[in-house]
Nanobody, 128 residues
Framework: QGQLAESGGDSVQAGGALRLSCTAS????????MGWFRQVPGKEREGVAV??????YRDYSPAVQGRFTISQDQKALYLQMNSLKPEDTAMYFC???????????????????????WGQGTQVAVLS
């Protein structure tokens, strides 16, 4: 079936940087949509960045565009987070899905409700 696991969360000062990693067990990364999501108490889970693993598509939340970068290699999915702000404080999750449009093309969305395979999360705290 497969399982995802996040790592790299930490407590950092505003302006600092972190790199989150997401590894898969039970399967290898393939032609899937994979992404990073975050959630804070009392708010909806937010799609931070998604990527088509097997293509070039990348999509970022406007809140992180220019500061965060999603990438992947043969071993893991990554989220490089630079210039961190206190409002970036959240539990960060990675997720995977196979999403297609009506023509059969992969279409990766930042809507959390469309994703079915999730990790347990890693906590990021940005101190002011």
């Amino acid at each position: 079936q497969g399982q995802l696991a996040e790592s790299g969360g930490d407590s950092v000062q505003a302006g600092g940087a972190l790199r989150l990693s997401c590894t898969a067990s039970g399967y290898t990364f393939g032609p899937y949509c994979m992404g990073w999501f975050r959630q804070v108490p009392g708010k909806e889970r937010e799609g931070v960045a998604v990527a088509y693993v097997g293509g070039d598509y990348r999509d970022y939340s406007p809140a992180v565009q220019g500061r965060f970068t999603i990438s992947q290699d043969q071993k893991a999915l990554y989220l490089q987070m630079n210039s961190l702000k206190p409002e970036d404080t959240a539990m960060y999750f990675c997720a995977a899905a196979r999403l297609f449009d009506t023509s059969g093309r992969v279409r990766c969305s930042r809507a959390a409700s469309l994703y079915r395979t999730w990790g347990q999360g890693t906590q990021v705290a940005v101190l002011s």
